[in-house]
């Protein structure tokens, strides 16, 4: 027949294990500061820099929900093709981002093409007349 334990057994063993474990703890980072010393010592002997831990990057702050982000350029991708395109009849994306670059928008994206759509799909100035064709409304 199993043994069986109180209640108070288990917790006095379970209290022990965890002062244990608080003792293991204490002599783990003792030991790895003097560890870390060590390292310090040989490098500084060896003529190397002391290996160092990456700082920690800080989590970026969120915006309020429906805040869009700032745009970086002056004017904006959008104002940049709603110039362009006056006076254009239907242009196709490729086209549009050639004009915008050549009117003096500044972009690093490799994919700039892709931009340009999305601009002229989201701004209510400009019409899909097919796909990949837009066209400003009057």
Do not use: C, H, W
Not at 5 to 10: E, K, P, R, V
Not at 92 to 102: D, G, M, R, S
């Amino acid at each position: 027949m199993p043994k069986t334990q109180s209640i108070a057994d288990l917790r006095r063993k379970l209290s022990a294990k965890q002062r244990q474990m608080a003792k293991l703890r204490a002599r783990r980072a003792k030991v790895a500061k003097q560890l870390a010393d060590l390292d310090r010592k040989i490098a500084a002997l060896a003529g190397e820099a002391a290996p160092t831990r990456k700082p920690k990057r800080k989590k970026a702050a969120k915006r309020p929900k429906g805040r869009k982000r700032a745009a970086r350029s002056t004017p904006s991708l959008a104002d940049v093709l709603a110039e362009v395109l006056k006076g254009k009849g239907n242009v196709k994306v490729a086209q549009a981002a050639k004009l915008a670059t050549e009117a003096g928008y500044k972009s690093k994206s490799a994919q700039f093409g892709n931009i340009v759509s999305q601009a002229l799909g989201a701004d209510r100035r400009f019409r899909k007349v097919s796909r990949g064709v837009y066209v400003l409304k009057s």
